[in-house]
């Protein structure tokens, strides 16, 4: 079998196979002809499932999105929906997967994929993309991350793919859409977090400025010599300031270990575990803060809590003024300045995190006209 996926069914190929965390090959195709061979004909029992992450075979009601080069080449059948792409594309844009699998490049992927998402759900996957980490394929928003893996591409990359594209209408939202984008992610929580710090007032960001997320920073000998680790990584640093962020989840402060220790009849090893975690994550930011580099804390509460983040970005702000200057201080003000512009704000800030009434606010989004501009 020889098959091409496109938009969403393709991503959902890309993430199935990073979850196995094999590097994607570098190797680049043409888009190839169909084949169902050794099949005589395309049904839905030809669908390699697993390799989809999908329960059941594609439908008239769920169907696979594939592509194919020629006119001729068409795939017959309720249930996928078929595209030609004959010379519209550049040339070896595509992966191969293994077993005649293809997809699109991941640069190729995250052109493609504008019209299929909200602008920040978008840019979020070029975080994803971009970074070492990959979301589940059947459920994105809930299923389990995998963590520590290859990127799949860099902005970079994709920045240099969008030269090749702009003749194309959507190019320019693509490219606005990646301007917001940064390597080098760990989780979908800082990349949220990184997300809402970078984006304009008028998208309901807080504007603080570039971010970069991950850089490695050296402490110093003596340092070191008094039992400090040789290095430290915040999560997110607002480029050109001294003032950055790290998220906290709850595995920082695992409680909920200890009390299942406890209920086990022995919680001392837990709360050794989680004391000698929440030590190290105090010895972080003051090592940081001697390095010159003032670490905020961000907690999931404070993002799911209605305000939270906003106080969160208010107190960078504000520290970025008193340390650097700027206009990040003036930025804030003016998006906590409106009590509606602070509701729709929350409710995009929900609209991406992992629960599951984050379906609702997402539908909610998507409902604000006009949602893209």
């Known amino acids: 079998m020889i098959l091409t996926l496109d938009k ?3 991503l959902r190929a890309l993430r199935v196979y990073r979850k196995t965390r094999r590097p994607l090959p570098e190797s680049r195709h043409d888009l190839p002809s169909p084949s169902p061979s050794p099949r005589k004909r395309w049904t839905p029992g030809i669908i390699p499932l697993d390799r989809l992450g999908l329960r059941e075979a594609p439908s008239a009601e769920k169907p696979l999105s594939v592509l194919v080069p020629l006119q001729e080449q068409r795939l017959r059948g309720s249930f996928v929906r ?9 040339a070896r844009s595509f992966v191969d997967l293994g077993d005649g699998l293809f997809i699109p490049c991941p640069e190729l992927l995250f052109f493609s994929l504008i019209d299929e998402m909200t602008p ?7 975080y994803e993309l971009c970074g070492t980490y990959s979301r589940d394929a059947e459920n994105p928003r809930l299923g389990e991350v ?10 970079h990359k994709i920045s240099s793919f969008l030269e090749t594209m702009t ?16 390597d080098s992610a760990w989780s979908p929580m800082e990349a949220i977090i990184a997300l809402m710090a970078r984006l304009p007032v008028h998208e309901r960001g807080y504007e603080l400025g570039e971010v970069a997320l991950n850089v490695r920073h050296g402490t110093t000998p003596e340092m070191v010599a008094l039992g400090c680790k ?3 990584v ?3 640093e607002v480029v050109g300031t001294h003032v950055g962020f790290n998220y906290d989840s709850q595995s920082h402060l695992d409680l909920e270990a200890v009390a299942e220790a406890a209920r086990n009849g022995d919680a001392s090893l837990a709360i050794r575990h989680v004391r000698q975690k929440y030590l190290d994550d105090l010895r972080r930011n003051r090592e940081l803060a001697a390095l010159g580099h003032i670490t905020l804390v961000v907690t999931s509460e404070d993002l799911f809590m209605p305000g939270g983040l906003d106080a969160v970005m208010l107190e960078a702000a504000m520290l970025i003024d008193e340390l650097d200057g ?3 201080f003036g930025n804030v003000r003016a998006a906590l300045a409106f009590e509606s512009e602070r509701r729709r704000r929350q409710t995009l800030i929900w609209s991406l995190l992992p629960w599951e009434q984050g379906v609702h606010y997402a539908s909610e989004v998507k409902s604000w006209v006009p949602w893209r501009t």
């Open 326 to 328: 700027g206009c990040a």
């Open 146 to 155: 995998t963590y520590g893996i290859e990127p799949a591409t860099s902005t």
């Open 8 to 10: 969403l069914s393709a």
């Open 234 to 236: 915040p999560d997110i």
């Open 167 to 182: 003749k194309r209408k959507t190019a320019p939202l693509v490219r606005h859409s990646l301007s917001f984008v940064a």
């Open 82 to 90: 078929c595209s030609v792409r004959a010379t519209s594309l550049p």
């Open 120 to 126: 920040e759900a978008h840019a979020l996957l070029g």
């Open 230 to 232: 040789g290095s430290r």
